[in-house]
């Protein structure tokens, strides 16, 4: 089936780096990536929906000059967490899929990214 | 906008138990509804989808029927075993959009 890859699994930084997470669609083409950030014991939240080739719509409430998202092609999604802080530590997961006709085909997940800031 | 309300947990059964994890959404559209499941340490996964009403989804002993009339996505299992202990979300998409449930978290005990 189709697989999606996200990397680095776990990240430890210091406070002000940047931190970029990748998100690739190994088999299929993903007209649309989702990305997500989940705190302990919470459910998922939306951050931001990228559409290959396009600006990235971002959730109400999330800093789109805090979280770049990039999607250049159609295998792959970054998401990148500027000048993090401790803030900023969580689990942050990244689906794939295509939009519109094909609305009906779930999501591919990927297993997310530990990220701690120090 | 587009929502799901999930049942709150956590769940807390017994090996063989009859499981029930209530799922409702409110959507413009004609959503197509979603369980994923998430165990200890892992990533989401796809459990069953169901994409049109009245369509059940079923996969691991686990059933889920796509009911309109009362916007629900209800998961079922018959016979819950100690390895089903997991978070599970409800979730539904549109064209260009997903929503998650917040999540239940199920326990099973021997």
């Known amino acids: 089936g189709a697989v999606v890859s996200q990397h680095p699994s776990w990240v430890i930084c210091k406070s002000g780096t940047s931190v970029k997470i990748e998100c690739r669609s190994l088999d299929f083409q993903a007209t649309t990536m989702f990305w997500y950030r989940q705190f302990p014991k919470q459910s998922l939240m939306l951050m931001a929906t990228s559409n290959e080739g396009s600006k990235a719509t971002y959730e109400q409430g999330v800093e789109k000059d805090k979280f770049l998202i990039n999607h250049a092609s159609l295998t792959l999604s970054t998401l990148t967490v500027t000048s993090a802080h401790p803030e900023d530590s969580s689990f942050y997961i990244c689906s794939a899929g295509s939009r519109g006709a094909y609305s009906n085909q779930p999501q591919h997940f990927g297993d997310g990214t530990r990220l701690s800031i120090l | 906008g587009d929502s799901v309300t999930q049942m709150e947990g956590p769940v807390t059964l017994s090996e063989e138990a009859f499981l029930t994890i209530n799922c409702t959404y409110t959507?413009?559209?004609?959503?197509?509804l979603f369980w994923y499941v998430q165990y200890p340490g892992e990533g989401l996964q796809l459990l069953l989808k169901?994409?049109?009403?009245?369509d059940k989804g079923s996969n691991k002993g686990f059933e889920a029927t796509y009911r309109k009339e009362t916007t629900s996505f209800h998961l079922e299992k018959g016979s819950v075993q100690v390895s089903d202990s997991a978070v599970y979300f409800c979730?539904?998409?549109?064209?260009?959009?997903?929503?998650f449930g917040a999540g239940t978290r199920l326990t099973v005990k021997p």
């Open positions: 169901a994409t049109k009403a009245d």
């Open positions: 959507a413009t559209g004609y959503p197509s």
């Open positions: 979730a539904l998409r549109t064209n260009n959009d997903m929503r």
